[in-house]
C-alpha cells in the first residue's frame, strides 16, 4: 500500500490503527549492466512485499542519494551529503507532524549515511519517535547466504542482479576485482572499474536470488514487528 494508491484522507484513515511507515532512501546511479534505479528497485520490492503482509503503509521513495565518486557515468545523479541530510530531517519532520511516529527506513545505497545521522539527530528532537535503519545488502542474512554459496557481494555484480533489476545481458565470467589506490576523484573511479562493477561473479542462479529476498523480507517483516 503505496502514498499513490490513497489520498489524504485515506491515510488520515490509517493513523487511527497504526503509526507505522516504511521509507525507501535509494540513488540513481551506475551499475554496470544493471538499472541505475537498482537501489530504489530493490528496496522498494522489499518494502512493498512486506506491505503486502503487515497492511504498513509505504512513502514515495527517495530516489537520489549520494554518489559523487560515480559522477564520470553518465546517468549518475548525486546529492550532497548535507543536502540528503537535510531532506530526510525535512520528510522526517513532516510524518512526524501527521501522526506517523514509528518509521522503519530501508536504505539502498552505501553513500547514503548522512541520512542515518540526521535521523538520528531528529529522533532526539521529536518526542516519542521511534525509528529503524536497514541495509539489506549487509545484513546478517545476505552474509550467511554469500558464505554458503561461495559468493562474495559487491557493487553491481551477482548481490545486485535480480531479474527485475537487470536491464542487459550480464556477462558469463567473473570479473577480477581492481587493484584500488584509495581515495578516488570521478574520472579515476571510471578509470578504475571500467564497466562499473567492482568485481566477481556477475550473477547468481535464481534460486540464490530468492533465498536471498525472502531472507530479506523476513529481515524486515520483524523489523516492522518490534518498532
Request: charged letters at 20%; glycine letters at 6%; a negative charge.
Amino acid at each position: 500500500m503505496r502514498f499513490d494508491e490513497l489520498n489524504w484522507m485515506d491515510v488520515e484513515e490509517y493513523l487511527r490503527h497504526d503509526d507505522r511507515l516504511i521509507l525507501v532512501i535509494g540513488a540513481t546511479e551506475q551499475h554496470g549492466y544493471l538499472s541505475l534505479l537498482t537501489d530504489v528497485k530493490i528496496p522498494l520490492a522489499l518494502a512493498d512485499a512486506a506491505s503486502q503482509q503487515s497492511g504498513v503503509l509505504v512513502a514515495p521513495p527517495l530516489n537520489f542519494g549520494v554518489s559523487p565518486y560515480f559522477l564520470a557515468y553518465p546517468g549518475t545523479l548525486s546529492l550532497r551529503a548535507a543536502t540528503l541530510a537535510a531532506v530526510v530531517e525535512d520528510i522526517t519532520r513532516s510524518l512526524y507532524a501527521a501522526g506517523f511516529r514509528r518509521l522503519l527506513v530501508l536504505n539502498g545505497h552505501g553513500g547514503n549515511q548522512a541520512a542515518d545521522a540526521a535521523l538520528t539527530e531528529t529522533m532526539n528532537s521529536l518526542p516519542g519517535l521511534r525509528a529503524n535503519w536497514y541495509e539489506w545488502w549487509n545484513s546478517h542474512s545476505v552474509e550467511a547466504i554469500a558464505v554458503k554459496y561461495e559468493l562474495k557481494p559487491n557493487h553491481a555484480n551477482w548481490v545486485e542482479a535480480f531479474p527485475f533489476t537487470r536491464v542487459a545481458d550480464l556477462p558469463a565470467e567473473p570479473k577480477i576485482p581492481p587493484f584500488v589506490p584509495g581515495l578516488m576523484d570521478a574520472k579515476t573511479t571510471r578509470q578504475i572499474y571500467g564497466d562499473g562493477v567492482f568485481g566477481g561473479a556477475y550473477q547468481a542462479d535464481e534460486n540464490v536470488m530468492n533465498e536471498i529476498f525472502a531472507a530479506c523480507l523476513a529481515d524486515v517483516l520483524k523489523m516492522l514487528e518490534d518498532l
